[in-house]
């Protein structure tokens, strides 16, 4: 096998659709508070609820998930939450403009959980199987990073109340 069937073979498995018990490789971007941040490698060792939206519309999805995962996790500190924003596409000289008008609609509390990503985009897209960008796509991932729960469509009662259940499922660290 040469050099590049290996390295386009690695291409393809890199943005090969997730599934759940597949492992979330790392996503990285920065903070609304400027910060550099990686999931799952930043809270290593403790589950998390990862929100990520690929447009406006997406987002105004992900505010309503976003609001529902702190109901799920609010008696499960042992679980962390994130929203993920893919915002490659916005137009370089447009991004700031963007992410202060998103800054500002966003409560300060949420700032170092909320990550502002600005390359891979496609290759998320193609791990998440995006196919409508208006919906929020919701993963929840084990202390190993392991997928245990996934939604790829929009919110509902029906989505939500099946990630309570998988959260449920998720043990707290043993002390």
């Given at each position: 096998?040469?050099?590049?069937?290996?390295?386009?073979?690695?291409?393809?498995?890199?943005?090969?659709?997730?599934?759940?018990?597949?492992?979330?490789?790392v996503v990285a971007?920065?903070?609304?508070?400027?910060?550099?941040?990686?999931?799952?490698?930043?809270?290593?060792?403790?589950?998390?609820?990862?929100?990520?939206?690929?447009?406006?519309?997406?987002?105004?999805?992900?505010?309503?998930?976003?609001?529902?995962?702190?109901?799920?996790?609010?008696?499960?500190?042992?679980?962390?939450?994130?929203?993920?924003?893919?915002?490659?596409?916005?137009?370089?000289?447009?991004?700031?403009?963007?992410?202060?008008?998103?800054?500002?609609?966003?409560?300060?509390?949420?700032?170092?959980?909320?990550?502002?990503?600005?390359?891979?985009?496609?290759?998320?897209?193609?791990?998440?199987?995006?196919?409508?960008?208006?919906?929020?796509?919701?993963?929840?991932?084990?202390?190993?990073?392991?997928?245990?729960w996934m939604n790829?469509?929009?919110?509902?009662?029906?989505?939500?109340?099946?990630?309570?259940?998988?959260?449920?499922?998720?043990?707290?660290?043993?002390?």
């Open positions: 096998m040469t050099f590049a069937s290996v390295l386009l073979l690695g291409m393809a498995s890199a943005a090969a659709p997730l599934h759940v018990g597949d492992t979330l490789p971007g920065e903070t609304m508070s400027g910060k550099t941040l990686a999931r799952p490698t930043a809270a290593a060792g403790k589950a998390a609820i990862l929100v990520f939206s690929f447009s406006r519309a997406g987002g105004n999805d992900a505010r309503i998930w976003n609001d529902h995962v702190s109901i799920a996790t609010k008696d499960n500190s042992h679980i962390s939450s994130f929203t993920v924003m893919m915002l490659e596409s916005v137009p370089r000289i447009l991004r700031g403009f963007v992410t202060s008008g998103i800054r500002k609609q966003m409560p300060p509390a949420t700032y170092e959980r909320s990550i502002f990503v600005f390359r891979d985009e496609a290759i998320w897209k193609q791990r998440l199987a995006v196919s409508d960008e208006r919906r929020a796509y919701v993963v929840l991932i084990d202390a190993a990073a392991r997928i245990c790829l469509g929009p919110f509902n009662d029906s989505a939500f109340e099946k990630l309570r259940e998988a959260v449920l499922r998720i043990p707290p660290p043993r002390a």
